[in-house]
């Protein structure tokens, strides 16, 4: 079957995220769309228009989403149980739809006091790389560098939440 094929299938699909938001409520700007796009070629490394939905994880992770294996696994037993192995472009921005969850900032304030216990607006990397795994799949080394690198570490190892939280509301993720 062709991949143009599956169409009608996507409309169908499920939606992957627990937040309750419906996913007609989900618009990308054009700003995140070449984000993903970027990210898309990047896991396509056949450059054949198509991802494995054995790769559904990394390819998400790729645009800034941090899936547990939970929902990779929900999404992967979906897509076999419909027979599908691999999707195109336009058909993983319908998967984006299913499982994109803005984060509220407030939640993420609040979820980021448990690592700020005296509330000073600091906390150390380590708390930090707990934090950020306690929000999904947990991240591997590598992945936790790049975002330090994306954020200020003052002289004495600590991190400003603000900071985080405006890394984890940015419009893209």
Request: no cysteine; net charge negative.
């Amino acid at each position: 079957m062709e991949l143009d094929e599956y169409e009608d299938i996507f409309n169908i699909m499920p939606v992957f995220r627990e937040d309750g938001q419906d996913d007609e409520d989900i618009e990308f700007t054009n700003t995140q769309l070449a984000e993903f796009d970027d990210s898309f070629k990047k896991i396509d490394k056949t450059n054949s228009g198509a991802v494995l939905i054995s790769e559904i994880g990394s390819l998400l992770r790729a645009v800034g989403l941090n899936p547990s294996l939970k929902i990779i696994k929900e999404i992967t037993e979906w897509f076999e149980l419909n027979d599908i192995d691999r999707i195109n472009f336009d058909q993983f921005i319908k998967l984006l739809k299913k499982t994109w969850k803005n984060n509220d900032p407030h939640e993420l304030r609040e979820a980021i006091e448990v690592f700020d216990p005296i509330g000073n607006g600091y906390f150390t990397v380590e708390q930090l790389k707990s934090f950020l795994l306690s929000l999904g799949e947990p991240l591997d080394e590598d992945d936790f560098k790049e975002i330090l690198k994306t954020i200020t570490v003052q002289p004495d190892g600590t991190v400003n939440t603000e900071d985080i939280i405006q890394l984890l509301t940015a419009d893209f993720r």
